[in-house]
């Protein structure tokens, strides 16, 4: 889900909404949303189409899941909040700032869901570590662009996040304390925690309330803005703003770092200046050993250029003048194929081969001589009994999308992708997200070994939750 705007609205219309009702590694345990595509394909265009292709940078927790077209990835992880600690299950999202969850005033918020989790709703009063953030303090002035009218030193915050699909949030905030595991050594942890500002959320619309039946407690924003979990732990000089996470497409799964990844070596690109997006400066597209004609201002770097990378979205969509050659030269290496378009978007063909030895590499190429390759068993995905094409067209969405270059999930997975907010700089490389990283202590120089398989979290879980847990891991440093 991807936040297309944080409405700027005047102290009255959102008090009219809200005050109606009164440096050591740690690990996030992480499942996916929906365990398999069920249905129309259709579904995964939906999700990616809510997402309005407006990807913000990321906060530092962990990202698990499979990055497999067939299973639409939207990744929630369990963590606790308050003292004594409660569990809630939130949606990890790249797209949006703002972690919130929903809380006990709200008469709109979901009451169960069919994820086989407990919903939790948060309760300030029962938080002995919670305290109100008010309107005279700087994060509420940071949040608004500055003082709101009529917003008074003794009144609480608002916030109101509105999302692409329509859906929205309101509440207010609050600060409290944050509980995850600490890695202490080579696959060890401890308990640990920090104190974070999040949303309270009053009143839920569209997909977020009460009707939504894969409901969640909340939602863990990942952007790159101060009110971002990552931003506010780098303020205060407990984590470095760098972190990595590799998504295995084969086995699920995965592994979310913070923290500066010494093993395996990545190459890196510039991200786009001055974007709220994970933008890079997309130079070519290749296909086999063949170079699309393309021209060249479709790759110059500003708004709405380049290429937005994006773990949360499903499938990569390109641009009609990189889309219609690219897909053409894929489907031409089998003369006999008889294309069919299925759910009016995929182009899908029976085929009994192998697919990687049947179809070309995609690569494409970026500033600095870095590259990003991706399998036909990449951009293929079996359906019905045909292959169909992942590759999506962003010339047929909306004309706000018409020169949009976004890669989601399907060009990622199977790679570890580093992200060095710090000196603004993305990369990746092909790797078994099913082993493990290096990730360097700041502090005491030490190396630590971070894997993707299952750290026993503080907060235990059913039994019966734990064929679908995926490790989730994040590597916070003490400077």
């Known amino acids: ?29 992480v499942k996916y949303r929906y ?59 790249t797209g949006s700032d703002i972690m919130w969850v929903n809380c006990i005033q709200c008469r709109q918020c979901p009451k169960r869901s069919n994820l086989g989790i407990e919903l939790t709703l948060y309760d300030i009063e029962e938080s002995e570590s919670a305290k109100l953030v008010s ?71 569209g997909d977020l309330d009460s009707s939504n039946e894969e409901a969640l407690d909340g939602i863990l924003g990942f952007g790159k803005a101060n009110s971002s979990m990552i931003s506010q732990l780098a303020s205060s000089g407990r984590v ?13 799964g995965g592994i979310f770092a913070i923290g500066r990844v010494v093993q395996p070596k990545v190459n890196m690109t510039p991200l786009v200046p001055n974007q709220p997006h994970y933008n890079v400066n997309m130079t070519a597209v290749q296909v086999g050993q063949e170079f699309l004609d393309i021209p060249a201002d479709l790759f110059q770097p500003g708004d ?3 290429a937005i990378i994006d773990s949360g979205t499903t499938l990569a969509y390109l641009p009609e003048i990189i889309y219609e050659p690219l897909v053409k030269k894929i489907t031409s290496q089998e003369p006999a194929l008889k294309v069919h378009i299925v759910d009016k978007d995929y182009k899908c063909f029976q085929y009994s081969g192998r697919v990687d030895e049947g ?41 706000d999308r018409r020169n949009m270059t976004l890669l989601g999930d399907l060009v990622l997975s199977n790679k570890l ?23 360097k202590d700041e502090g005491t120089g030490t190396v630590h070994l971070v894997g993707s398989h299952f750290i026993s979290s503080a907060f235990p879980l059913d039994t019966s939750l734990l064929l679908l847990l995926l490790a989730f891991l994040i590597t916070l440093f003490l400077l």
Not at 240 to 252: E, Q, S
């Open 240 to 252: 470095k703003k760098i972190f990595a996470h590799c998504l295995d497409g084969r086995n699920g």
């Open 135 to 205: 309107c005279d303090e700087d994060f509420c002035y940071q949040i608004s662009g500055g003082p709101l009218s009529g917003c008074k030193a003794n009144m609480s915050c608002p916030y109101l996040e509105i999302y692409g699909d329509g859906s929205s949030t309101a509440g207010y905030f609050v600060k409290d304390v944050v509980q995850y595991d600490s890695v202490a050594g080579d696959l060890k942890t401890k308990t640990a925690n920090g104190s974070v500002i999040f949303g309270c959320g009053a009143r839920q619309s």
């Open 35 to 93: 365990p398999r595509l069920q249905g129309s394909l259709s579904a995964l265009k939906e999700h990616d189409d809510k997402r309005q292709l407006t990807i913000l940078a990321g906060i530092d927790l962990p990202l698990g899941g499979t990055g497999r077209p067939d299973i639409l990835g939207l990744y929630y992880a369990k963590i606790g909040i308050g003292t004594p600690a409660k569990s809630y299950y939130v949606q990890v999202d």
């Open 304 to 306: 709405r250029k380049g």
């Open 417 to 439: 992708v580093l992200y060095d907010l710090e000196n603004q700089l993305i990369g990746w490389t092909e790797y078994n997200c099913s082993s493990s990283i290096k990730v």
């Open 1 to 29: 889900m991807i936040t297309s705007s944080i409405a700027k609205l005047t102290l009255i219309s959102i008090l009219t909404a809200l005050l109606c009702v009164s440096s050591n590694p740690g690990v996030f345990n």
């Open 359 to 399: 179809f070309p590499n995609v690569t494409f190429h970026f500033e600095n001589s870095v590259y990003l390759r991706v399998y036909p068993h990449d951009y293929l995905f079996p359906y019905e009994g045909m292959w169909c094409i992942g590759w999506q067209n962003s010339g047929m969405q909306s004309r």
